[in-house]
């Protein structure tokens, strides 16, 4: 293998990566629905390699559940219960 090459599969891998994280991180503290799943499903990808794993790092298979959970949660308008007219 030469010193010089480009390898495209990591740079899309690592490009995926990064996306999924500036959107999660933007979508949380914007609490905006859209850029929560554009952060899922860049996440696939690394949630599909990780979860192969055969150590801890399983569990970042598990971060798009959590993205799908934070949409949810996110997403939920204040019931009226605790307000006073």
Do not use: C, D
């Amino acid at each position: 293998m030469e010193i010089g090459t480009f390898n495209w599969i990591v740079f899309l891998w690592q490009l995926s990566m990064g996306v999924a994280i500036v959107t999660l991180f933007y979508g949380i503290l914007a609490r905006s629905r859209i850029h929560l799943l554009i952060s899922f499903f860049t996440s696939l990808p690394i949630a599909y390699y990780f979860f192969g794993a055969n150590n801890l790092l399983k569990l970042v298979g598990l971060a798009p559940i959590a993205i799908i959970v934070a949409i949810f949660v996110l997403g939920r308008k204040p019931s009226g219960a605790g307000r006073q007219s």
